[in-house]
T-cell receptor, first 115, second 115 residues
């Protein structure tokens, strides 16, 4: 079965420090991977995606993610965290078993950035 | 592009009542998805439409749930005889299956509370 796992329920970072939110995946074939962010009482907003090409993907708000096939990981990173980055982050993989394009989400990681 | 809109934002109902939610996707998007999200979990896929055709339903979608997308525009999700376990955020998302880059656009969701 295709899935993603986010091993940390919560990540705490001081403002200005680098941040990493971890994600590992399990799929057959080449994965399509995504990161979304959710602010309180809001829907999910797209941050970035990996489909093919360069393993380092740059996205919105200064975030980037590195695709690592050997470790089946797609960790989200940012060089310098902002308090406003505090939110819920979801990793997702496209379901490749059909043509519907639906995404399978991880359970989420709550990022807290303190001043 | 006015985004995906969902109505209502919040719904409180008593157990056993029927509720209906509406989703208006981005106008040129022909694929529409419904997800359910409970506290501390990632969104779980419920169903999706391509134009007016409902092409996939999750086993999470019991007989009490029905979704429609008449004329391939807006969609409704109805829950009959609500149960307390139905309490969740119901998210709608849309995408264009051609050149959309696999990216889903989410609405802000409908928060359902069943008392």
């Amino acid at each position: 079965a295709q899935s993603v796992a986010q091993p940390e329920d919560q990540v705490n970072v001081a403002e200005g420090n680098p941040l990493t939110v971890k994600c590992t995946y399990s799929v057959s074939g080449n994965p399509y991977l995504f990161w979304y962010v959710q602010y309180p009482n809001r829907g999910l907003q797209f941050l970035l995606k990996y489909i093919t090409g360069d393993n380092l993907v740059k996205g919105s708000y200064g975030f980037e993610a590195e695709f690592n096939k050997s470790q089946t990981s797609f960790h989200l990173k940012k060089p310098s965290a902002l308090v406003s980055d505090s939110a819920l982050y979801f990793c997702a993989v496209r379901d490749m078993n059909n043509q519907g394009g639906k995404l399978i989400f991880g359970q989420g990681t709550e990022l807290s950035v303190k001043p | 592009d006015t985004g995906v809109s969902q109505d209502p934002r919040h719904k409180i109902t008593k157990r056993g009542q029927n509720v209906t939610f509406r989703c208006d996707p981005i106008s040129e998007h022909n694929r529409l998805y419904w997800y359910r999200q409970t506290l501390g979990q990632g969104p779980e896929f419920l169903t999706y439409f391509q134009n007016e055709a409902q092409l996939e339903k999750s086993r999470l979608l019991s007989d009490r749930f029905s979704a429609e997308r008449p004329k391939g525009s807006f969609s409704t999700l109805e829950i009959q005889r609500t149960e307390q376990g139905d309490s969740a955020m119901y998210l709608c998302a849309s995408r264009d299956h051609i050149g959309g880059g696999e990216k889903l656009f989410f609405g802000s969701g409908t928060q359902l509370s069943v008392l």
